[in-house]
Nanobody, 119 residues
């Protein structure tokens, strides 16, 4: 099993920045892809970004150029840098990991961290 713990959420004004972190523990050697999803009230959970062990990244069109995903394999941690935040970025952000090299990781999930962007 793999445990994922997110941190770094909070309240920020529009145009501001945040950095989310997700630390993995447990059977980390089984992990290939890590990523971030988000879910706003009344909306479905959507993929924000993902990154494979080989460094291949995928981004939602709505965050391209504003968000950057990265990972530190030595620390078993994936990061999401959120810049130029907009009120519509407000959501609970979930970390996910997968044993496969895929675009949409979904084997393991964190509990989520709230990001709120005020206008």
């Amino acid at each position: 099993q793999v445990q994922l713990v997110e941190s770094g959420g909070g309240l920020v004004q529009a145009g501001g920045s945040l950095r989310l972190s997700c630390a993995a523990s447990g059977n980390i050697f089984s992990i290939d892809t890590m990523g971030w999803y988000r879910q706003a009230p009344g909306n479905q959970r959507e993929l924000v970004a993902s990154i494979t062990s080989g460094g291949r990244t995928t981004y939602a069109n709505s965050v391209k150029g504003r968000f950057t995903i990265s990972r530190d394999n030595a620390k078993n941690t994936v990061y999401l840098q959120l810049n130029s935040l907009k009120p519509e970025d407000t959501a609970v952000y979930y970390c996910a990991a997968d044993r496969a090299s895929i675009t949409r990781p979904n084997d393991y999930w964190g509990q989520g961290t709230q990001v709120t962007v005020s206008s």
